[in-house]
């Protein structure tokens, strides 16, 4: 059965990378994505995302006044605007902030907003993922949306990924998309998958959760009677 579940794995990890996966990767530069098209995807997976700590914190979350997730999927601020915005409106209804229970799910082209400056700096994530710092409107180089500067929101006053979390909000990242994107960036770069991969787990933002991967979360949200709501677009 072991042996089953390592081959099931491997396909999938060929599968992911290959067909209509392929379209999402689309900004990967061409020998990279030749070398996607192959199936040659080695990268050993490690369990340093396991789920259990995340489970319990969705259930948790769950129980909580009007639960939704944010997913940020892309790389946008609109799930750290949206949930200001939940968080705001709430509270002119009737429900303070520490009642209410907000997820970000940062997964795909979104995960690297759970990166911290050194880290985004170091692989040129800003250029890579082709996002443009709010305040320089050159590739970002640092993570502007931790501990947000005026300017970097549409809007004065809102709390970025920081601040969401002091009110409570839990943030989770896609490990899956730490590794599928550690090998694309590694290899753009001349660095080992391993090596970026251990970068992208010690550049986490502190307080966010590991999650297996982003849609293993998104697809417990039902259970745990957790509102979705898609964040990729305005």
Not at 39 to 56: Q, W
Not at 138 to 145: E, H, S
Not at 154 to 183: N, S
Not at 207 to 221: F, H, M, N
Request: glycine share 10%; net charge negative; with cysteine.
């Amino acid at each position: 059965m072991k042996t089953n579940n390592s081959h099931s794995r491997r396909k999938f990890l060929g599968a992911l990378t290959t067909g209509a996966m392929v379209a999402g990767f689309s900004l990967i530069p061409e020998p990279i994505q030749a070398k996607i098209n192959s199936g040659n995807f080695d990268f050993k997976l490690d369990d340093l995302a396991k789920g259990e700590k995340l489970d319990k914190a969705l259930k948790k979350l769950g129980n909580m006044a009007h639960p939704v997730a944010y997913d940020i999927s892309q790389a946008n601020a609109w799930g750290l605007i949206w949930s200001n915005i939940y968080y705001l409106t709430n509270d002119e209804t009737g429900t303070p902030a520490e009642e209410i229970g907000i997820l970000n799910v940062l997964r795909h082209h979104g995960m690297f907003f759970g990166l911290n400056d050194d880290t985004i700096s170091k692989y040129k994530l800003g250029e890579f993922f082709g996002h443009n710092d709010p305040i320089t409107n050159a590739p970002m180089v640092r993570n502007p949306y931790y501990e947000p500067e005026d300017g970097v929101f549409p809007l004065p006053g809102l709390a970025g990924i920081k601040g969401l979390q002091e009110k409570g909000t839990l943030f989770c990242i896609c490990d899956m998309a730490r590794k599928v994107y550690a090998q694309f960036v590694g290899e753009k770069m001349g660095v080992a998958k391993e090596e970026v991969y251990e970068d992208f787990v010690a550049g986490t933002l502190p307080g966010i959760e590991p999650a297996p991967s982003g849609v293993w979360v998104l697809g417990r949200l039902a259970e745990y009677n957790i509102a979705y709501i898609d964040a990729s677009v305005g």
